[in-house]
Structure formats: structure tokens, C-alpha cells
């Protein structure tokens, strides 16, 4: 990996940490300069445009909640548990770690169209990248003619990420999980299946770890015993 890509990643890690706790996309260049100690020619040079830094952290965020789908279909043969432990990763996230709901920010064509070509590619790929997991687990789950399930999950996701970042919630309440677990199952046309009981997400929690800047690849579930 080249210097300069080493050096972009580390700015949009600096970023994305910044943004933690925040409800809005607060966040600019010249405030990069300040917090990421690098000198101001260095990330403009990285981010020409206003608009860029956000699209790469937009970027930054889907790659990782791709690369922790990935993860979790490690285990077991049960799309319903993998989608469903993985959007409780992603609700902890947000409430327990203070994750910044990027979905507030991105999609957004106008600052997609106002963004440099490599970072707009850059989101390009790692959204589609990630939709294509959603739509392939709702695919192996069983899809149900005349409704788009992916179009009502991702909706009611959106909502709910939204909605808890800007509440006081428990992100260590089981009874969030088991209920966000139970919502999902509905949606997605799933609501003959059972869902991930308490015992199970009282285990996912604890094998958590604290770190409050986790990455996905470092996040372990357990699933070897969940059935298919």
C-alpha cells in the first residue's frame, strides 16, 4: 500500500473516530487539520473537495459493515441468524459505542456528483458491494413475491439507527435486540422463524469488547451452535 494511501485511510480513521457521538455530519476539512495533527496542504491534497471527505468516511463505513457481513457468514448456515446478529452489531454500534449513523449523510446524489472521481467510485463500489450481500441473505432466506424486502428492511433500519442515536437507549439491554430481532424477522417476511433468543444475544454481548473504536474484523460471535 502506498504512503499516500496509508495516509488517507489514517485521515478517514481519524474522522470516523471524531464522529462518534455525533448526530451530525459535523465535520470539515479544516477541522481534520486540527484534530488529525497532518498539515492543512496535506489534507487538501487529499480531499480537493469539501465533499469528498465525506463521501470517503461514507466509503469507509460501508466497507466495514461489509467486512463484518462477510464475518458473521462464517458461521453457521442460517441467513436469517447471520442478517439478523449482523444488524445487531451494527444497532450496538450506534448505541453502546456512539457509532455515527452515516445513513443520515450517504447516499445523496448532489454530494456524490460535487465529490472527486476516486471517492466517488470508492463509494460506488462499497454500497453496492453491501447491498448486494443484503439482497443475496434476503435471497437465501426465501423471497416473497410482489414485496421488496430489502427496500422495507432498509427503510425501517435507517429509521431505527436515527431514532437511537439521538435517545438515551441501553446498548446493552438485550430486550432492544430481541425486539429490533423480532421487527426484522416481520419485515422480511421471515415471521414463521424464530429469532435469536435472550440467552443468545446475552451471549453475543458479552463477547463484545469494549474497545470503544472496534473494528469488524475483530468482533466474534457465537454462532457455531445456533441451528440452521
Known amino acids: 500500500?502506498?504512503?499516500?494511501?496509508q495516509r488517507?485511510?489514517?485521515?478517514?480513521?481519524v474522522a470516523q473516530a471524531h464522529l462518534r457521538g455525533h448526530v451530525l455530519f459535523d465535520l470539515c476539512r479544516a477541522h481534520l487539520v486540527d484534530i488529525s495533527q497532518i498539515s492543512r496542504g496535506t489534507v487538501y491534497n487529499h480531499f480537493p473537495h469539501e465533499s469528498d471527505l465525506a463521501v470517503a468516511v461514507a466509503a469507509a463505513e460501508f466497507n466495514d459493515f461489509w467486512q463484518h457481513a462477510q464475518q458473521v457468514s462464517c458461521y453457521g448456515d442460517n441467513p436469517l441468524f447471520h442478517y439478523l446478529y449482523h444488524y445487531c452489531w451494527r444497532l450496538q454500534e450506534?448505541?453502546?459505542?456512539?457509532?455515527?449513523?452515516?445513513s443520515r449523510v450517504m447516499p445523496n446524489g448532489d454530494?456524490?456528483?460535487?465529490?472527486?472521481?476516486?471517492?466517488?467510485?470508492?463509494?460506488?463500489?462499497?454500497?453496492?458491494?453491501?447491498?448486494?450481500?443484503?439482497?443475496?441473505q434476503i435471497r437465501r432466506m426465501g423471497e416473497i413475491k410482489g414485496f421488496d424486502r430489502w427496500a422495507l428492511v432498509r427503510d425501517f433500519i435507517r429509521g431505527t439507527m436515527i431514532n437511537v442515536s439521538e435517545e438515551a437507549v441501553d446498548g446493552e439491554d438485550v430486550q432492544l435486540y430481541y425486539q429490533y430481532c423480532y421487527a426484522l424477522s416481520q419485515l422480511l417476511g421471515q415471521s414463521d422463524k424464530r429469532v435469536p433468543d435472550k440467552k443468545l444475544l446475552a451471549r453475543w454481548l458479552q463477547q463484545l469488547s469494549p474497545a470503544?473504536?472496534?473494528k469488524a474484523s475483530q468482533t466474534?460471535?457465537?454462532?457455531?451452535?445456533?441451528?440452521?
Open 8 to 13: 488517507c485511510d489514517y485521515l478517514v480513521s
Open 1 to 5: 500500500m502506498s504512503s499516500w494511501q
Open 111 to 136: 454530494l456524490l456528483a460535487q465529490a472527486s472521481s476516486r471517492y466517488r467510485q470508492s463509494f460506488n463500489e462499497a454500497y453496492a458491494r453491501y447491498q448486494q450481500w443484503n439482497r443475496q
Open 212 to 214: 470503544p473504536a472496534v
Open 220 to 228: 466474534r460471535f457465537a454462532l457455531e451452535q445456533v441451528p440452521a
Open 94 to 102: 450506534v448505541t453502546a459505542r456512539q457509532r455515527f449513523v452515516i
